[in-house]
């Protein structure tokens, strides 16, 4: 018993140090074809890119090259259905900057199935601002594809339209903006109701002067997927007769706190 209760108190006074455990959701890369190890400043991110310089997962020249009509990132053309405008391009260069360079994007990593990235994203919740202000901009450009992942020809080493399909404006093949953000990419991004500085959905760009509003929304997710029980697992209301914390430890995780109880009880 002693044994057992001196380790609770080291735990305790490691808790009350600092020596707090990483969420493993929070401030992470993804593992990815272009993608850091881990996020860390990068003091010389390019133009749109830049908003991410204190702490990034992307470095200085794929920045750079985020920003090229045809960059080696990905071989992705984008006009290929002629010279796309300026103001649309704009959005998918912050598209290529979130993806490569945000740690927020933690709670939608997925594993992927590809041979040049072993996770991606997957439904997040992007600000209907983002959404609808992506798709105004790029109603009249065009495009002879619905979803970008997959289906080119590449038969020349970078994207072309496929055999027999139509170069057609925005608009036509994506009538509203949840169409454009949820299908462009895969499901990538999630259409979302909510608004910029609701702390609910992931702006595509941020000024950095106020701060990265990602954080936030971040934080906000991972609370929420580690709060959904288990499938199968009755909501945790229906199960308080059954177990109780202990009560003045609320910094402890659960595992942690009653473990220190059994040994307290040994």
């Keep these: 018993m002693a044994v057992g209760l001196a380790v609770g108190l080291a735990l305790l006074v490691l808790l009350a140090d600092g020596a707090v455990v990483k969420d493993p959701l929070l401030n992470i890369c993804m593992d990815a074809k272009h993608h850091k190890s ?48 300026a103001k649309c391009k704009r959005h998918f260069i912050q598209d290529t900057c979130l993806y490569e360079c945000s740690p927020n994007l933690g709670p939608w990593i997925e594993q992927a199935d590809s041979s040049w990235r072993r996770e991606r994203i997957l439904h997040v919740p992007l600000c209907k601002e983002d959404c609808e202000g992506w798709w105004e901009d790029c109603k009249d450009a065009v495009t002879c594809k619905e979803n970008w992942h997959r289906g080119w020809n590449w038969a020349t080493g970078t994207n072309r339209c496929p055999w027999g399909s139509m170069c057609r404006p925005f608009s036509e093949v994506f009538p509203r903006p949840k169409d454009l953000c949820e299908k462009i990419w895969s499901s990538s991004f999630q259409y979302s109701p909510e608004r910029r500085g609701s702390g609910r959905c992931i702006q595509m760009w941020f000024d950095p002067a106020r701060g990265n509003p990602n954080v936030a929304v971040a934080k906000f997710h991972a609370w929420k997927k580690r709060s959904r029980p288990a499938q199968g697992e009755a909501p945790e209301r229906d199960r308080a007769g059954h177990a109780r914390p202990c009560s003045g430890l609320v910094l402890l995780p659960l595992a942690l706190c009653c473990s220190l109880r059994a040994l307290g009880a040994g």
């Design 38 to 85: 881990q996020p860390g400043p990068e003091g010389k991110l390019y133009d749109q890119c830049s908003p991410w310089k204190d702490n990034a997962c992307c470095t200085a020249n794929t920045s750079l090259e985020a920003h090229r009509d045809q960059s080696y990132l990905y071989n992705f053309n984008w006009n290929h259905c002629g010279v796309m405008p």
